[in-house]
């Protein structure tokens, strides 16, 4: 009964691939979010999708693209992978966009370019 | 910039011991604050949050945190900790009139409960 999953756990892949994550929520939510945990721990925003739309667009490279197929699906591909890519990802989702709603986190993906 | 302080890198302490994790935010508006729990290898859990009303918010596995407006802070406490608390402790603020959603997560402080 995993509320919101992320596919593959780990991701080992060489410079200059292409690749996706999947996330998917069964809570029903809105809105979804991808967050990147650098190597010191640090988490922070990518992008906000609500109902499908992107909302939150932090400094991301464009080599990084989310897609949301439907409202319980947040994709995130990344093109022509770099060395500081290397990161874990996590997706999270809540009912909606407001300040007032929790959001809850998948297990993360654990991103190494080599 | 809006962010969110963590002053402990790294807490030790040993079993049954009280411990309190320190969270301040930088922030001239009103906030929603959050405390998230990350096990080893595992996602982020919530712990509890504060919306409004009573400054003294009471979580899950025994922790409570108070926010203090004055002082712009969100300490987390837990009178006696356990071996299985052992993990990594996220504070996390959500500005009213920030981007819709947001959060913006401290550096994190790794609890280390010790036999």
Same mark, same amino acid.
């Given at each position: 009964d995993t509320a919101v999953s992320q596919t593959p756990k780990y991701l080992v892949t060489q410079m200059g691939n292409d690749k996706s994550i999947k996330c998917e929520q069964n !809570? $029903?939510? *809105?809105t979804m979010y991808w967050y990147k945990q650098d190597s010191k721990k640090f988490l922070k925003i990518m992008f906000s999708y609500n109902n499908k739309e992107l909302i939150i667009n932090e400094t991301?490279?464009?080599r990084f693209s989310p897609k949301s197929p439907d409202k319980a699906h947040l994709n995130l591909h990344i093109n =022509? !992978?770099? !060395? $500081? *890519?290397s990161a874990v990802y996590f997706c999270a989702s809540s009912h909606? $966009?407001? =300040?007032t709603d929790t959001q809850y986190f998948g297990p993360g993906t654990r991103l190494t370019v080599l | 910039a809006q962010s969110v302080t963590q002053l402990d890198s790294q807490v030790p302490v040993f079993e049954e011991a009280p411990v309190e994790l320190r969270c301040n935010y930088s922030s001239s508006v009103s906030v929603y604050l959050f405390w998230y729990v990350q096990y080893p290898n595992q996602g982020l859990q919530l712990l509890l949050k504060y919306l &409004?009303? &009573?400054?003294l918010v009471k979580g899950i596995n025994g922790f409570e945190a108070e926010f203090n407006k004055s002082q712009t802070s969100f300490h987390l406490r837990k009178p006696s900790v356990h071996i299985s608390d052992t993990a990594e402790y996220f504070c996390a603020v959500k500005y009213?009139?920030? &981007?819709?959603g947001n959060l913006i997560f401290g550096k994190g402080t790794k609890l280390s409960v010790k036999p």
């Amino acid at each position: 009964d995993t509320a919101v999953s992320q596919t593959p756990k780990y991701l080992v892949t060489q410079m200059g691939n292409d690749k996706s994550i999947k996330c998917e929520q069964n !809570l $029903g939510h *809105d809105t979804m979010y991808w967050y990147k945990q650098d190597s010191k721990k640090f988490l922070k925003i990518m992008f906000s999708y609500n109902n499908k739309e992107l909302i939150i667009n932090e400094t991301v490279p464009n080599r990084f693209s989310p897609k949301s197929p439907d409202k319980a699906h947040l994709n995130l591909h990344i093109n =022509s !992978l770099e !060395l $500081g *890519d290397s990161a874990v990802y996590f997706c999270a989702s809540s009912h909606g $966009g407001t =300040s007032t709603d929790t959001q809850y986190f998948g297990p993360g993906t654990r991103l190494t370019v080599l | 910039a809006q962010s969110v302080t963590q002053l402990d890198s790294q807490v030790p302490v040993f079993e049954e011991a009280p411990v309190e994790l320190r969270c301040n935010y930088s922030s001239s508006v009103s906030v929603y604050l959050f405390w998230y729990v990350q096990y080893p290898n595992q996602g982020l859990q919530l712990l509890l949050k504060y919306l &409004s009303g &009573s400054t003294l918010v009471k979580g899950i596995n025994g922790f409570e945190a108070e926010f203090n407006k004055s002082q712009t802070s969100f300490h987390l406490r837990k009178p006696s900790v356990h071996i299985s608390d052992t993990a990594e402790y996220f504070c996390a603020v959500k500005y009213y009139g920030g &981007s819709q959603g947001n959060l913006i997560f401290g550096k994190g402080t790794k609890l280390s409960v010790k036999p």
